[in-house]
């Protein structure tokens, strides 16, 4: 409420808390325009009316408020004069209406007159209350000045002059700090000239560290230093450049590794140089480096390859280098030794080439495995500090900068900065009496930018200690990056190996073009394939894995030649049988010398021996293991050809199976010609034979006899050659064998078929009557001679023998049917008696041929049994 001599005004409140009120009068009239008129905002105790500010003074101990500025009547006076357009009608009602007013006037001063007087006590008990108040204020007033003036000189007698002392002493440890830091200033801003220095004498290992120690000073101890606003970039920039440069480095070490001298000399060419440009590579994150190397390889072959044609060509008068331009066609000019000592040459150089590789690319790997450790190491002992330090790293620090003198809160402070910033100003605070460059953190950068501890670094043997000083903390490589790397790196040199062998390949097959190693004989393609062979060999015990192209193309090679190989000699002993008139042959010495190398199951041919002065002369026979054997002159020139055949497996191991299934075709076909020719009488047309005799036949049995003699010495041979799972194929041996055994049982089917249609003929005429021994008899007797004098020599007695027992029991069989035709028996009679003489006749006859005189003839069976 507030009052004033004239009239009653009442504040209410907005029902906000931002302090504003609303004024009005509480006044009779037109109540809704005065409430307009008389709304006001207020905002603390200011009231704010056509730029006059009214201020509510508060009574002490009510809840009143008093302004003594306000005229109600010249508000109401104002309202009147807003509503002047109303006419003088209201001029008198307007005048009754002020007087109304003034009367309410005096109410309510009469109403505050009583108000006050109900509230004296209280009014005049705050007046008292204030004057005391007043009192107690000067009296602290006074003792704060006496306080004041005590402790000022306590302090000027007491605590100036340690103070004094301590700001001297925070002043020279800034002096110190000012000083560090101008002299980290100055050598921060020698890293670009130290940097140059260290990139012209290739240290990219300590330039890189020297920036990366650069750039962390600036980001801790230098940050916001205007003059080195642009240096941080500008490292950054050389940075990149040390990156080309080293790549650089490394293409030109890998183009001089690989293209020096091809020389029986394996060493690493400038061992430090490329520890060091591998250390740099990895601390910049370059793992695919070793990309370049291959790059370099992949060249370096081709021109190997070329020098080597060129230099043997230039050595070849018979090449016209100005005719034949082409490298290709000049090397296809050469004859096989020419082009063998080439390839000879070709694969000695890829040795040296790839055992250079191998020792380089080891050298790196080493590098990356040392790297690899130096992580396991360094995790395990953050493993154990961390650990151990969780304890005391808190007490350790704050009695250390306690001992230092520096006060603890001044430690805390510092705590707050980052961990390497914090140990850095601490090492500088360290020694506050020392001199300043004693412990300052600069000694570390100087250090790194020393150049000659650098160069000694990379210049010392590449040893595991030398090795680990180059292995900086802040190489951020994975384990998993590392072995990655490190496998990359071993199949590298696996690649090395098939490029030197797509190489041969190519080189293989650019001779091969015009069918020249089609044309090889065997002892050529032998002397290749054992050439080829022992280069595959040598690149697998280099590199640790098999290339397969270079064996690949050996063995396409070998295919050809085992095809050539087997078709020139299948047509040769066509051409043979063609032409054999199957009658024996005598055997020159070399082929008994031939048939006795094949000992204790081993097949090899014999070396050719020096021509002896005396000649020997040709055997009748050939002798093996004490028997001897009658043989064609094909036969003798098949044994040769089949230990050729068991020859070039050992050779050529790669080509047993398909020799195996040659071999099996070659003797199946003389097997199946030879029938053609002697049992098929093929011979008659063929060679022109007036008649196939039984020694035809004879010794055609004698021939498949001495090769089936062979046969299990050739399977063993194979089989010793063969995998397990290889095996199955010797069954075609089992084959061959039966085939050969049934030729032999259907010749000798022949010979008795022979005599029995001999003993058909002459006993269906057969009579019994004198004189005896009868024509008949001698006959057979006469045949059954001939027939022993063709054979006997030719085949083996008991063969002999059991060839006539098969004859013998042909004739009886023929007889008994004879005389049981004739109707005679065994009964003492005449007749009985003139065919004993005979049949005694043909027994002594028979048993008088050499090698006969035991058979059994048993010739009671030509009698018919009484019933």
């Given at each position: 409420?507030?009052?004033?001599?004239?009239?009653?005004?009442?504040?209410?409140?907005?029902?906000?808390?931002?302090?504003?009120?609303?004024?009005?009068?509480?006044?009779?009239?037109?109540?809704?325009?005065?409430?307009?008129?008389?709304?006001?905002?207020?905002?603390?105790?200011?009231f704010m009316k056509d730029a006059r500010t009214f201020v509510l003074l508060k009574i002490p101990s009510t809840g009143l408020y008093y302004t003594p500025m306000i005229n109600p009547g010249q508000i109401w006076n104002k309202y009147l004069s807003t509503a002047g357009g109303k006419g003088n009608r209201d001029a008198a009602s307007s005048r009754l209406l002020q007087e109304k007013l003034s009367h309410y006037l005096d109410i309510v001063e009469v109403n505050i007159a009583h108000q006050i007087s109900l509230r004296s006590e209280a009014f005049f008990h705050?007046?008292?209350?204030?004057?005391?108040?007043?009192?107690?204020?000067?009296?602290?007033?006074?003792?704060?000045?006496?306080?004041?003036?005590?402790?000022?000189?306590?302090?000027?007698?007491?605590?100036?002059?340690?103070?004094?002392?301590?700001?001297?002493?925070?002043?020279?440890?800034?002096?110190?700090?000012?000083?560090?830091?101008?002299?980290?200033?100055?050598?921060?801003?020698?890293?670009?000239?130290?940097?140059?220095?260290?990139?012209?004498?290739?240290?990219?290992?300590?330039?890189?560290?020297?920036?990366?120690?650069?750039?962390?000073?600036?980001?801790?101890?230098?940050?916001?230093?205007?003059?080195?606003?642009?240096?941080?970039?500008?490292?950054?920039e050389l940075e990149k450049l040390i990156d080309k440069m080293m790549i650089a480095e490394f293409s030109t070490y890998a183009r001089n590794d690989l293209n020096r001298p091809l020389e029986d000399d394996c060493q690493i060419l400038e061992e430090e140089r490329l520890v060091s440009l591998v250390f740099g590579l990895l601390k910049q994150r370059k793992l695919n480096f070793y990309e370049i190397y291959g790059d370099e390889m992949i060249i370096t072959a081709k021109n190997i390859i070329k020098q080597c044609v060129v230099n043997t060509v230039s050595q070849?008068?018979?090449?016209?280098?100005?005719?034949?331009?082409?490298?290709?066609?000049?090397?296809?000019?050469?004859?096989?030794?020419?082009?063998?000592?080439?390839?000879?040459?070709?694969?000695?150089?890829?040795?040296?080439?790839?055992?250079?590789?191998?020792?380089?690319?080891?050298?790196?790997?080493?590098?990356?495995?040392?790297?690899?450790?130096?992580?396991?190491?360094?995790?395990?002992?953050?493993?154990?500090?961390?650990?151990?330090?969780?304890?005391?790293?808190?007490?350790?620090?704050?009695?250390?900068?306690?001992?230092?003198?520096?006060?603890?809160?001044?430690?805390?402070?510092?705590?707050?900065?980052?961990?390497?910033?914090?140990?850095?100003?601490?090492?500088?605070?360290?020694?506050?009496?020392?001199?300043?460059?004693?412990?300052?953190?600069?000694?570390?950068?100087?250090?790194?930018?020393?150049?000659?501890?650098?160069?000694?670094?990379?210049?010392?043997?590449?040893?595991?200690?030398?090795?680990?000083?180059?292995?900086?903390?802040?190489?951020?490589?994975?384990?998993?990056?590392?072995?990655?790397?490190?496998?990359?790196?071993?199949?590298?040199?696996?690649?090395?190996?098939?490029?030197?062998?797509?190489?041969?390949?190519?080189?293989?097959?650019?001779?091969?073009?015009?069918?020249?190693?089609?044309?090889?004989?065997?002892?050529?393609?032998?002397?290749?394939?054992?050439?080829?062979?022992?280069?595959?060999?040598?690149?697998?015990?280099?590199?640790?894995?098999?290339?397969?192209?270079?064996?690949?193309?050996?063995?396409?090679?070998?295919?050809?030649?085992?095809?050539?190989f087997h078709e020139e000699r299948k047509t040769k002993l066509s051409l043979l049988l063609d032409n054999e008139r199957w009658k024996q042959a005598e055997v020159p010495a070399e082929f008994q010398d031939l048939v006795d190398s094949v000992s204790d199951g081993r097949i090899s041919l014999p070396e050719k021996k020096p021509a002896a002065t005396e000649e020997r002369k040709p055997a009748e026979f050939l002798i093996v293991e004490g028997q001897k054997y009658a043989t064609v002159g094909t036969v003798l020139l098949l044994i040769r050809i089949i230990l050729?055949?068991?020859?070039?497996?050992?050779?050529?191991?790669?080509?047993?199976?398909?020799?195996?299934?040659?071999?099996?075709?070659?003797?199946?076909?003389?097997?199946?010609?030879?029938?053609?020719?002697?049992?098929?009488?093929?011979?008659?047309?063929?060679?022109?034979?007036?008649?196939?005799?039984?020694?035809?036949?004879?010794?055609?049995?004698?021939?498949?006899?001495?090769?089936?003699?062979?046969?299990?010495?050739?399977?063993?041979?194979?089989?010793?050659?063969?995998?397990?799972?290889?095996?199955?194929?010797?069954?075609?041996?089992?084959?061959?064998?039966?085939?050969?055994?049934?030729?032999?049982?259907?010749?000798?089917?022949?010979?008795?078929?022979?005599?029995?249609?001999?003993?058909?003929?002459?006993?269906?005429?057969?009579?019994?009557?004198?004189?005896?021994?009868?024509?008949?008899?001698?006959?057979?007797?006469?045949?059954?001679?001939?027939?022993?004098?063709?054979?006997?020599?030719?085949?083996?007695?008991?063969?002999?023998?059991?060839?006539?027992?098969?004859?013998?029991?042909?004739?009886?069989?023929?007889?008994?049917?004879?005389?049981?035709?004739?109707?005679?028996?065994?009964?003492?009679?005449?007749?009985?008696?003139?065919?004993?003489?005979?049949?005694?006749?043909?027994?002594?006859?028979?048993?008088?041929?050499?090698?006969?005189?035991?058979?059994?003839?048993?010739?009671?069976?030509?009698?018919?049994?009484?019933?």
């Amino acid at each position: 409420m507030i009052l004033d001599h004239q009239g009653t005004f009442c504040i209410i409140p907005t029902g906000n808390r931002s302090g504003k009120f609303k004024l009005h009068l509480r006044t009779p009239g037109p109540v809704g325009d005065f409430y307009k008129l008389l709304k006001y905002r207020c905002q603390g105790r200011k009231f704010m009316k056509d730029a006059r500010t009214f201020v509510l003074l508060k009574i002490p101990s009510t809840g009143l408020y008093y302004t003594p500025m306000i005229n109600p009547g010249q508000i109401w006076n104002k309202y009147l004069s807003t509503a002047g357009g109303k006419g003088n009608r209201d001029a008198a009602s307007s005048r009754l209406l002020q007087e109304k007013l003034s009367h309410y006037l005096d109410i309510v001063e009469v109403n505050i007159a009583h108000q006050i007087s109900l509230r004296s006590e209280a009014f005049f008990h705050a007046m008292t209350s204030q004057h005391e108040l007043q009192d107690y204020l000067r009296k602290t007033s006074q003792a704060v000045k006496l306080l004041r003036e005590k402790i000022a000189q306590i302090d000027k007698v007491m605590c100036e002059g340690s103070l004094r002392v301590l700001r001297l002493s925070l002043t020279r440890n800034n002096c110190i700090k000012a000083y560090n830091k101008l002299k980290l200033m100055a050598t921060v801003h020698q890293t670009q000239p130290t940097v140059q220095l260290l990139l012209s004498t290739s240290e990219f290992v300590g330039a890189l560290d020297l920036i990366a120690t650069t750039q962390e000073v600036l980001q801790q101890e230098l940050q916001g230093i205007h003059s080195f606003r642009h240096l941080g970039s500008q490292l950054c920039e050389l940075e990149k450049l040390i990156d080309k440069m080293m790549i650089a480095e490394f293409s030109t070490y890998a183009r001089n590794d690989l293209n020096r001298p091809l020389e029986d000399d394996c060493q690493i060419l400038e061992e430090e140089r490329l520890v060091s440009l591998v250390f740099g590579l990895l601390k910049q994150r370059k793992l695919n480096f070793y990309e370049i190397y291959g790059d370099e390889m992949i060249i370096t072959a081709k021109n190997i390859i070329k020098q080597c044609v060129v230099n043997t060509v230039s050595q070849i008068e018979e090449i016209d280098t100005e005719v034949v331009v082409k490298l290709a066609d000049q090397m296809r000019m050469m004859n096989f030794p020419q082009w063998f000592d080439l390839l000879k040459n070709i694969f000695s150089k890829f040795t040296i080439f790839l055992k250079r590789i191998k020792a380089t690319l080891n050298t790196i790997r080493s590098v990356v495995f040392l790297v690899l450790d130096k992580n396991q190491k360094n995790r395990d002992l953050e493993d154990t500090l961390q650990k151990n330090s969780k304890d005391s790293t808190v007490d350790t620090e704050v009695a250390y900068l306690t001992h230092e003198g520096m006060f603890i809160s001044d430690a805390f402070s510092e705590g707050d900065l980052p961990p390497v910033a914090a140990d850095t100003t601490s090492q500088r605070n360290a020694s506050p009496n020392s001199e300043p460059c004693s412990s300052d953190s600069v000694s570390e950068p100087e250090c790194t930018t020393d150049s000659s501890s650098s160069k000694e670094q990379t210049s010392s043997s590449v040893t595991a200690g030398a090795v680990e000083m180059m292995i900086s903390d802040d190489m951020k490589l994975t384990d998993l990056e590392l072995v990655r790397l490190a496998n990359n790196i071993q199949e590298l040199l696996y690649n090395a190996s098939d490029i030197c062998h797509d190489r041969s390949v190519k080189f293989l097959m650019a001779r091969a073009k015009d069918g020249f190693l089609e044309k090889l004989n065997s002892s050529e393609f032998v002397t290749l394939s054992r050439l080829m062979e022992g280069f595959i060999l040598d690149t697998e015990q280099i590199c640790g894995r098999k290339s397969m192209s270079l064996r690949g193309a050996l063995q396409s090679q070998a295919n050809r030649f085992v095809n050539r190989f087997h078709e020139e000699r299948k047509t040769k002993l066509s051409l043979l049988l063609d032409n054999e008139r199957w009658k024996q042959a005598e055997v020159p010495a070399e082929f008994q010398d031939l048939v006795d190398s094949v000992s204790d199951g081993r097949i090899s041919l014999p070396e050719k021996k020096p021509a002896a002065t005396e000649e020997r002369k040709p055997a009748e026979f050939l002798i093996v293991e004490g028997q001897k054997y009658a043989t064609v002159g094909t036969v003798l020139l098949l044994i040769r050809i089949i230990l050729e055949y068991c020859q070039c497996v050992d050779n050529i191991p790669s080509i047993t199976t398909d020799m195996l299934t040659r071999l099996s075709d070659l003797l199946k076909y003389f097997n199946s010609r030879s029938c053609q020719l002697v049992l098929g009488a093929g011979a008659l047309q063929v060679v022109g034979l007036k008649t196939i005799t039984t020694k035809n036949l004879a010794l055609s049995s004698r021939c498949l006899q001495l090769i089936v003699h062979y046969i299990p010495i050739i399977r063993a041979h194979f089989e010793a050659r063969l995998q397990p799972k290889q095996y199955s194929m010797l069954r075609h041996f089992d084959h061959i064998t039966k085939d050969y055994h049934d030729h032999v049982a259907e010749i000798s089917a022949k010979l008795v078929a022979i005599m029995d249609s001999l003993f058909d003929k002459l006993l269906s005429k057969y009579e019994v009557k004198a004189p005896v021994p009868s024509a008949c008899f001698r006959n057979i007797c006469k045949q059954m001679a001939k027939m022993h004098e063709a054979i006997y020599d030719l085949l083996p007695e008991e063969q002999t023998q059991m060839l006539f027992l098969r004859i013998n029991a042909s004739y009886k069989l023929h007889l008994k049917r004879q005389l049981a035709h004739l109707n005679v028996v065994n009964d003492g009679g005449p007749l009985n008696g003139l065919v004993t003489s005979d049949v005694a006749f043909y027994t002594g006859n028979l048993q008088a041929l050499k090698g006969l005189n035991n058979l059994d003839l048993n010739m009671a069976e030509i009698w018919e049994q009484k019933r």
